[in-house]
């Protein structure tokens, strides 16, 4: 059974920062680019970082926020720095294999507010 289980997530003020985590299992984590998304409230999911081959982030992000992963303990980080507003959101972890045998998982989401 995949599961994919985020957390770290919460209040913080502008500025401040959070780390997020993702752990995964059952599946072969390390062949998998995993990324986050986020989705504020009203919004559309948008996609904010990937790690697999490379790295790449939304440009709202860049500067701000990295991306990191441990192969072996399946999990997948989201250090986030300067925290502003506009950042506030669900946070979401997603496992991608590309390719002919493409599969893709979601996990459940953490909250994320910045707010003073």
């Known amino acids: 059974q995949v599961q994919l289980v985020e957390s770290g997530g919460g209040s913080v003020q502008p500025g401040g920062s959070l780390r997020l985590s993702c752990a995964a299992s059952?599946?072969?984590?390390?062949?998998?680019?995993m990324r986050w998304f986020r989705q504020g409230q009203g919004k559309e999911r948008e996609f904010v970082a990937a790690i697999g081959d490379v790295t790449n982030y939304a440009d709202s992000v860049k500067g701000r926020f990295t991306i990191s992963r441990d192969n072996n303990k399946n999990t997948v980080y989201l250090q986030m720095n300067s925290l502003k507003a506009e950042d506030t959101a669900v946070y979401y972890c997603?496992?991608?294999?590309?390719?002919?045998?493409?599969?893709?998982?979601w996990g459940q989401g953490t909250q994320v507010t910045v707010s003073s």
């Open positions: 997603n496992a991608l294999l590309s390719g002919p045998r493409s599969e893709t998982y």
């Open positions: 059952g599946y072969p984590f390390r062949i998998y680019a």
